[in-house]
């Protein structure tokens, strides 16, 4: 069974910092596409960030790109996600997510972890 455990979460002033990490186990890392999503109070969540196997492809959502960096070390089985410049409206829940390489980009994610709370206070 995978596992994913993301870490990093917490409570930070706008225009501060922090970095998640996500690290999994049970599985084969190097056969994963990893993703970022988080979930706003009463709002869907929402993809983030996501990096393919070697790091050939990375997405951002809009609203992220230029603050928002994703990157993965496969010896590790990590990934991280290093959140810059934050805003009050990036305050969710953050969630890892991975899933097999084979799977197209809008394909559904197979695995989730148990999220980590962000906080960004004005």
């Known amino acids: 069974q995978v596992q994913l455990v993301e870490s990093g979460g917490g409570l930070v002033q706008a225009g501060g910092s922090l970095r998640l990490s996500c690290t999994t186990s049970?599985?084969?890392?190097?056969?994963?596409?990893m993703g970022w999503f988080r979930q706003a109070p009463g709002k869907e969540r929402e993809s983030v960030a996501a990096?393919?196997?070697?790091?050939?492809?990375?997405y951002y959502t809009e609203s992220v790109k230029g603050r928002f960096t994703i990157s993965r070390d496969n010896a590790k089985n990590t990934v991280n996600l290093q959140m810059n410049s934050l805003k009050p409206e990036d305050t969710a829940v953050y969630y890892c997510?991975?899933?097999?390489?084979?799977?197209?980009?809008?394909?559904?994610?197979?695995?989730w972890g148990q999220g980590t709370q962000v906080t960004v206070s004005h």
């Open positions: 997510a991975a899933k097999y390489v084979w799977k197209t980009r809008n394909a559904p994610y197979d695995f």
């Open positions: 049970g599985g084969t890392f190097s056969t994963y596409t």
């Open positions: 990096i393919s196997w070697n790091g050939d492809y990375i």
